[in-house]
């Protein structure tokens, strides 16, 4: 069974801290992986979808790397500001199937 | 519309009651997914359709739950004799047809918190 992992569960910060999320999964056939904000009560909000074929995805302060030997991702948050507290899930996709396998979420707190 | 909608925003039934849970995925997309958020826990699938089939049902939990998408846009999600346990967000998908430039691109819409008292 194919399973995602999220550490730290939770991380509290003070703005302007760079910091790093992290997601593992043990899924060799991979086909992408997805990093995703999800505020309390709201939807997720797609940040970076990482290609198995690529290393790395930059979108303004944020950048996923994607690792498959290691089955690791991770999210980069550059200069974080207190409109980043929210919960990261990273999901990855495989060539098997099409459902999208979460983990569990960070859940951020970034205190000014 | 611009993205994924799903109404109503929140439901509160009885143990027993029949619900319909509806997803308008985005112009043009032709693979809707449906997955299920429990409190703390990241979102898990439930069912998968290319078009108007469903191509993959397996995350059903049981017959008590069925999913359809008639004319390939709008699908609904039926759930027959709830429980309390089925109290979570539900949560519905959309991504372009497999092999475009989005590569399976997942876009969700805000869900549907569902309580079953």
């Known amino acids: 069974k194919q399973e995602v992992t999220q550490i730290p569960a939770a991380l509290s910060v003070p703005e302007g801290e760079n910091l790093v999320l992290n997601c593992s999964f043990t899924?060799?056939?991979?086909?992408?992986l997805q990093w995703f904000r999800q505020d309390p009560g709201k939807g997720l909000t797609s940040l970076l979808l990482?290609?198995?074929?690529?290393r790395e995805q930059t979108s303004g302060r944020l950048n996923a790397s994607l690792d498959k030997s290691s089955g690791r991702s991770t999210l980069y948050i550059a200069a974080s500001q207190p409109g980043d507290s929210a919960t990261y899930l990273c999901?990855?996709?495989?060539?098997?199937?099409?459902?999208?396998?979460f983990g569990t979420g960070t859940r951020l707190q970034v205190f000014p | 519309g611009a993205g994924v909608s799903q109404t109503p925003s929140n439901k509160v039934t009885e143990k027993g009651k029949y619900v319909e849970l509806r997803c308008d995925p985005i112009?043009?997309?032709?693979?809707l997914y449906w997955y299920r958020q429990s409190l703390g826990q990241g979102p898990e699938f439930l069912i998968y359709f290319q078009g108007t089939g469903a191509a993959d049902d397996s995350g059903l939990p049981n017959d008590r739950f069925f999913a359809v998408r008639p004319e390939g846009s709008v699908s609904t999600l039926k759930i027959q004799r709830t429980e309390r346990g089925d109290s979570a967000v539900y949560l519905c998908?959309?991504?372009?047809?497999?092999?475009?430039?989005?590569?399976?691109?997942?876009?969700f819409g805000p869900g549907t918190r569902l309580t079953v008292l």
């Open positions: 112009s043009g997309h032709t693979a």
């Open positions: 990482i290609q198995s074929s690529q």
């Open positions: 999901a990855e996709l495989s060539y098997n199937t099409d459902k999208l396998i």
């Open positions: 998908a959309s991504s372009p047809t497999s092999g475009s430039v989005s590569y399976n691109e997942q876009f």
């Open positions: 899924d060799s056939a991979i086909y992408n």
